[in-house]
């Protein structure tokens, strides 16, 4: 069974949380209340790198984590505004025009639990 570890931490008095990405060493970051959010949505892991954005596999589709979190609809697009995709925070996506087809909301289908789900750890990061 994959074992993913969630690092929880805090910058800037926000509560954020470390996302390792299935297919390469890097990690996303988001705030902790997105990810509770799409946890709500149904959103497992493993998320991964797609094309150069985080993705994550639902209704055999690579469905946007950031269109999920911004809730971008069709017609539209989420950009970064520090260029990073790995850098998931609210403030950092930035919804415009674009070819979206649908709300990724939409594609979403909430799976019913697997036995070879992975186990997700969550860790605390020691703050001062």
Do not use: C
């Not at 008095?13 to 990810?35: R, T």
């Not at 991964?48 to 690579?62: C, I, P, S, T, W």
């Amino acid at each position: 069974m994959t074992t993913y570890e969630i690092l929880h931490t805090k910058e800037n008095d926000h509560n954020l949380v470390i996302v390792p990405l299935s297919n390469s060493n890097a990690k996303a970051k988001l705030y902790e209340k997105d990810y509770d959010y799409l946890h709500s949505l149904g959103v497992g892991l493993p998320w991964k790198l797609f094309q150069g954005y985080v993705a994550v596999r639902n209704n055999n589709k690579d469905i946007s984590i950031a269109r999920l979190i911004k809730g971008a609809g069709k017609g539209q697009t989420v950009s970064y505004a520090d260029s990073n995709p790995l850098n998931l925070k609210r403030a950092n996506l930035v919804i415009k025009g674009g070819a979206g087809k649908r709300r990724a909301t939409d594609i979403l289908k909430i799976k019913e639990y697997k036995q070879n789900r992975p186990e997700i750890v969550h860790v605390m990061a020691d703050t001062p």
